[in-house]
Each structure stands twice: as structure tokens, then as C-alpha cells.
């Protein structure tokens, strides 16, 4: 088992460009997440999304957009990245909901010129 | 509002030595409390957690007490070892109007000295 992978792990960005981080996992989870993580903020929810077909926004969706393309995969899209959007992104899964434990990705860490 | 939080942001043990890790929470609805550790460059990882009808829980080399009445509870890793060294979170369910999520602290940088 990979568990919850994440492309790409690194990302320079001009302000205004677009691009879409991909995660996906391989352990037959029901729910999804997207984090992002900034120093002394600690890990802060973007969207999730609790089962295939569905998503939610989270503490801090804007300037994001997601799709919950299958039951393995999440992705993040940034329409148009402003250098507030500079931060490490994780992606995580749970077999069912946010109680059960959180299984992270490696991270994206994006930078935003 | 409701939050998480650590009391050190730094601790710096000797290897061998015990470490204890500290966390206040302010939600006294919460009744799951989860440890994570993130080492540099990788993404958090499952310690421990527990359930609030708990006082305490035992993993390998690791345990979690919970304090209800002054709401604080504490990672305490036996015998630290350098593979010990990581930022570690504590997280709790948010309150009910912020959606399916937890809410984790900032973190507490340990460092363990060889």
C-alpha cells in the first residue's frame, strides 16, 4: 500500500497562474481532506470531502476549488494563486469520518511569486 | 473561540530521558483527542489518541493522560530516542458549526540530544 500520495511535492507559481495538486489514496477510504499548513498556524482545513460525490468547505476555502473525481482521488485547484496561497498543502484520508484517525500524504510545498 | 494549544513550542531532551509534551484544549464538549508527529519534510503521523471516559492510554514507549477538570492533557514518550525528535500536534474534533473536522495546535518542536 502507497497510502495517500501527493503531486507534485514542490511548486513554483507566478501570481494570477492556475494549477491543480492531485492526491489520491489506495486504502478503500471513505472521506478526504485537503489541509494546508503555514508557520505558527498550525494545520488549517481547506475542504473535505466525507464520502464520493460530496464536498465541504473547511476553514479556509477561498481562492481553492476542489473535486472528488473517484473514491481514491481529491484534488485542489488554485484558479489564481496569490502569494498568500504560499504554504505546505496535505492531503488526508479516514475510513470514515474526521474522527477516525487522519492518514497524511508527504505534502505540496507551493510557492507563490 | 475554541482552540488548541500548547504550552511550550520548543522542549529539548537528553536521549534516554523521559519527554513530556503538554496541550490545553478549551472545549470541554470535546471527547477525542488525537497526538500526531510530523517530522521535517513529511506529513503527520498517528501516535495516539483518546477517548474522554479516559483518563489515560498506553502505546509503545508512548502514553496520553487526560486532566477533564483543567482540561489539559499530555504525550509523555519513554526512554527518547533521536528518531523521537519531530514536531508533535495534539488535534480535537471542532465544534459542531465548523464541519466535519479537527482542529490541531501548533505544535511543540521536540529536539533530543544524543
Known amino acids: 500500500n502507497a497510502g495517500v500520495t501527493q503531486t507534485p511535492k514542490f511548486q513554483v507559481l507566478k501570481t494570477g497562474q492556475s494549477m491543480t495538486l492531485q492526491c489520491a489514496q489506495d486504502?478503500?477510504?471513505?472521506?478526504m481532506y485537503w489541509y494546508r499548513q503555514d508557520p505558527g498556524m498550525g494545520l488549517r482545513l481547506i475542504y473535505y470531502?466525507?464520502?464520493?460525490?460530496?464536498?465541504d468547505k473547511g476553514e479556509v476555502p477561498n481562492g481553492y476549488n476542489v473535486s472528488r473525481l473517484n473514491k481514491r482521488e481529491f484534488s485542489l485547484r488554485l484558479e489564481s494563486a496569490a502569494p498568500s496561497q504560499t504554504s505546505v498543502y496535505f492531503c488526508?484520508?479516514?475510513?470514515?469520518?474526521?474522527?477516525?484517525?487522519?492518514?497524511f500524504g508527504p505534502g505540496t510545498r507551493l510557492t507563490v511569486l | 473561540g475554541e482552540s488548541v494549544g500548547l504550552h511550550l513550542p520548543t522542549l529539548s531532551v537528553q536521549e534516554g530521558d523521559n519527554s513530556i509534551i503538554n496541550c490545553a484544549y478549551s472545549?470541554?464538549?470535546?471527547?477525542?483527542f488525537i497526538w500526531y508527529k510530523q517530522e521535517s519534510g513529511k506529513g503527520p503521523q498517528f501516535i495516539i489518541d483518546?477517548?474522554?471516559?479516559?483518563d489515560k492510554r498506553q502505546g509503545q514507549r508512548v502514553t496520553v493522560l487526560l486532566n477533564k477538570t483543567v482540561k489539559h492533557l499530555s504525550l509523555q514518550i519513554a526512554a527518547t530516542q533521536p528518531g523521537d525528535s519531530a514536531v508533535y500536534f495534539c488535534?480535537?474534533?471542532?465544534?459542531?458549526?465548523?464541519?466535519?473536522?479537527?482542529?490541531f495546535g501548533e505544535g511543540t518542536q521536540l529536539t533530543v540530544n544524543p
Open positions: 470531502s466525507a464520502s464520493e460525490g460530496t464536498t
Open positions: 488535534a480535537e474534533p471542532g465544534e459542531a458549526t465548523s464541519g466535519s473536522r479537527l482542529t
Open positions: 486504502m478503500n477510504h471513505n472521506s
Open positions: 472545549n470541554s464538549a470535546s471527547d477525542y
Open positions: 483518546i477517548r474522554s471516559n479516559m
Open positions: 488526508a484520508s479516514t475510513r470514515r469520518g474526521y474522527t477516525d484517525t487522519q492518514y
